[in-house]
């Protein structure tokens, strides 16, 4: 059976127990021994994170330790998966550039705040993990990101919606759904999330779900493979 931790709290605007209820009863509908943390302490036993299949943050800002960080860092590496949605996990911890880094981006804005409404436009591209998925509109906040230009993109949302002074740029394709590697561990990212009722909207959910399933797959592919973790200490001075 495969394990996975979500580990909850942070900011409460973006109601962290209900979206992780969401993930729970979506990772034991599929099988998996989840455990869930209201606690960054979790992150500080490196052998059990190791032990892991999938790490699930739902987690906005607060402060990570550079020792806890390290831990998720290597157990991705080592292939354990990492898998996350909205300010989550990537507005997790603003001064941990190792984290942004890993997770392939940070929000810097939502022009409009919630309640924008956008079109989330799915990539023409082979990955199974949007495959049958149409176009479709959302209302909530539209999440303009700095993005790691590795990350593959699996979905976008067209800027500008709102008047902003970011308007008088040209129009740009934001990344709203990408994959990426870290060591031989997968990564995936949705951006949409705000509350519950949009983690919980059919397509998300979908999303979501094949994001897990893809990211936890990576700890076995890769042992079957004989692939061994890079290494990687982590950059710059983040606590």
């Not at 008088?168 to 705000?194: I, Q």
Request: proline share 4%.
């Amino acid at each position: 059976m495969k394990k996975a931790l979500i580990v909850q709290g942070g900011w409460q605007g973006h109601q962290p127990k209900e979206v992780s209820e969401i993930f729970r009863s979506v990772l034991e509908e599929e099988g998996f021994e989840v455990e869930v943390s209201d606690t960054l302490d979790s992150f500080s036993d490196g052998d059990k994170l190791l032990a892991l299949d999938l790490i699930v943050p739902v987690w906005t800002m607060g402060e990570i330790t550079k020792e806890q960080a390290g831990n998720v860092s290597r157990a991705v590496q080592s292939g354990v998966g990492l898998a996350g949605c909205h300010g989550g996990m990537c507005d997790s911890f603003r001064n941990n550039v190792d984290w942004q880094f890993m997770t392939g981006g940070q929000w810097v804005a939502h022009p409009g705040n919630d309640g924008v409404e956008y079109t989330v436009n799915i990539c023409n591209t082979s990955s199974p993990l949007v495959e049958g998925i149409e176009d479709f509109a959302v209302k909530s906040e539209q999440y303009y990101l700095h993005v790691d230009p590795a990350v593959e993109v699996l979905a976008t949302t067209r800027f500008p919606v709102v008047e902003g002074p970011h308007s008088l740029n040209k129009a740009v394709d934001m990344p709203v759904v990408w994959t990426k590697r870290w060591g031989v561990g997968r990564v995936y990212y949705n951006s949409l999330g705000h509350q519950a009722n949009i983690v919980d909207m059919p397509q998300v959910k979908l999303m979501m779900r094949r994001g897990f399933l893809w990211t936890a797959e990576g700890k076995s592919l890769a042992a079957s493979a004989g692939a061994g973790s890079v290494k990687y200490t982590g950059m710059g001075d983040s606590n």
